[in-house]
């Protein structure tokens, strides 16, 4: 499956920013999608995922209530509506596909990545 994200930019903190994410390709083989985002220096984290099968999101406690994720399955794309931002949101977003059924944070069980959108929150 092919993954292509847009929707990143520039905000000043509380603000809002929607992150799209079209797939192509194989997509009856994915059964769920997730973002991630890696910082300059750290390390790639889970943002939020949902199933292809079973619609329930998960969230980093980092984003849970301030991030949402959806799905439009007729024209396969993810989503990620991410709102009141902070600075220590800035990060470039990735989506990501897996063949497991269930949402996983391990990054590692990820089989198809986008190229990433860089979204950055000034104070």
């Known amino acids: 499956v092919q993954l292509v994200e847009s929707g990143g930019g520039l905000v000043q903190a509380g603000g809002s920013l929607r992150l799209s994410c079209a797939a192509s390709g194989h997509t009856f083989s994915t059964a769920a999608l997730g973002w991630f985002r890696q910082a300059p220096g750290k390390e790639r984290e889970f943002v939020a995922g949902?199933?292809?099968?079973?619609?329930?999101?998960k969230y980093a406690e980092t984003v849970a209530g301030r991030f949402t994720i959806s799905r439009d399955d007729v024209k396969k794309t993810l989503y990620l509506q991410m709102n009141s931002l902070k600075p220590e949101d800035t990060a470039v977003y990735y989506c990501?596909?897996?063949?497991?059924?269930?949402?996983?944070?391990?990054?590692?069980?990820?089989?198809?990545w986008g190229q990433g959108t860089q979204v950055t929150v000034s104070s």
């Open positions: 990501a596909a897996t063949g497991v059924v269930a949402v996983t944070i391990d990054p590692s069980k990820y089989d198809s």
């Open positions: 949902i199933s292809w099968i079973r619609s329930s999101p």
